[in-house]
């Protein structure tokens, strides 16, 4: 939603009144981080609730503003902007180029706003230490490289990267193939993919096929990852397939 006759994005929900303690959450309710945005905020909601019905946090009742960033980036370090001085606390944002330029603008050097979790949570968003954001929950970098040693001691050395292609998907691979080299291996395939790819990702599917890894550890958004998992099966490729955290196998139709 915009305000009428400006150009940027406005905050869904306006505070109303000091007795309430304001939570906020900018995400992506609309585009490709929908069914992540609207389940985190849902579960928040829940817990919410339940605070509030035993009372609240000393007496006051919390609530859920939320706003919704349609997954643009710009439109995300707006909206975060606008936050401040109107809400206590940010739950996580979805999307690594979202986060990602948000930090690039230096927009939590301005504000003092917390932002409890990142999701995605890369490495570069954790270090060096960034003012203002608290993880809960371990980093992309922690789960990869557990992954490699989980597939390594279970014997399985043959380990290929399926990632998005972008920045976040590049940072992945590379430290999947870090904690190879602890292990004295290599990468037997490193092969990208593109969200909007219109052959539904057949080349990728045909090479895994030509290098049968053991495993894919797949890289991307919950709905990439989906994709691709469904044209890698549909295409007959045997290899375990694994993902992080934040993959979703209901999405998977």
């Given at each position: 939603?915009?305000?009428?006759?400006?150009?940027?994005?406005?905050?869904?929900?306006?505070?109303a009144?000091?007795?309430?303690?304001?939570?906020?959450?900018?995400?992506?309710?609309?585009?490709?981080?929908?069914?992540?945005?609207t389940e985190?905020?849902?579960g928040?909601?829940v817990?919410?609730?339940s605070?509030?019905?035993k009372?609240g946090?000393?007496g006051?009742?919390?609530?859920i503003?939320?706003?919704?960033?349609?997954?643009?980036?710009?439109?995300?370090?707006?909206?975060?902007a606008?936050?401040?001085?109107?809400?206590?606390a940010?739950l996580?944002?979805?999307?690594?180029?979202?986060l990602?330029?948000v930090?690039k603008n230096?927009?939590?050097?301005?504000?003092?706003?917390?932002?409890?979790g990142?999701i995605?949570?890369?490495?570069?968003?954790r270090?060096?230490?960034?003012?203002n954001?608290?993880h809960?929950?371990?980093?992309?970098?922690d789960?990869?490289a557990?992954?490699?040693v989980?597939?390594?001691?279970?014997?399985?050395?043959?380990?290929?990267?399926?990632a998005?292609?972008?920045p976040?998907?590049?940072e992945?691979?590379?430290?999947?193939q870090?904690?190879?080299?602890?292990?004295?291996l290599?990468?037997?395939?490193?092969?990208?993919?593109?969200?909007?790819?219109?052959?539904?990702?057949a080349?990728q599917?045909?090479?895994?096929?030509?290098?049968?890894?053991?495993?894919?550890?797949l890289?991307g958004?919950?709905q990439?990852i989906?994709?691709?998992?469904?044209?890698?099966?549909?295409?007959?490729?045997p290899?375990?397939?694994?993902?992080?955290?934040?993959?979703?196998?209901q999405?998977i139709?």
């Open positions: 939603e915009r305000a009428p006759g400006r150009g940027c994005p406005r905050v869904l929900g306006a505070p009144g000091a007795q309430e303690i304001l939570i906020g959450h900018v995400a992506g309710y609309t585009g490709p981080a929908m069914k992540d945005s985190m905020g849902a928040a909601k817990l919410v609730a605070i509030n019905a009372g946090v000393l006051r009742k919390l609530r503003v939320t706003a919704d960033d349609h997954f643009k980036p710009e439109e995300t370090a707006q909206l975060i606008s936050m401040s001085g109107k809400v206590s940010l996580p944002t979805t999307g690594s180029a979202n990602g330029l930090l230096g927009v939590f050097e301005k504000i003092t706003l917390p932002l409890v990142t995605p949570s890369n490495e570069s968003f270090t060096p230490l960034r003012k954001i608290f809960f929950r371990a980093g992309d970098q789960q990869r557990k992954l490699v989980h597939l390594t001691n279970v014997g399985v050395k043959d380990i290929a990267v399926l998005r292609n972008n976040s998907g590049a992945g691979a590379v430290i999947v870090e904690a190879l080299q602890k292990r004295g290599k990468l037997v395939v490193h092969a990208t993919y593109d969200v909007g790819a219109k052959d539904g990702w080349p599917a045909k090479l895994m096929n030509e290098k049968k890894p053991g495993a894919i550890i890289l958004t919950p990439g989906a994709d691709v998992t469904k044209a890698l099966k549909t295409g007959g490729v290899s375990l397939l694994y993902a992080v955290s934040y993959a979703d196998f999405l139709k």
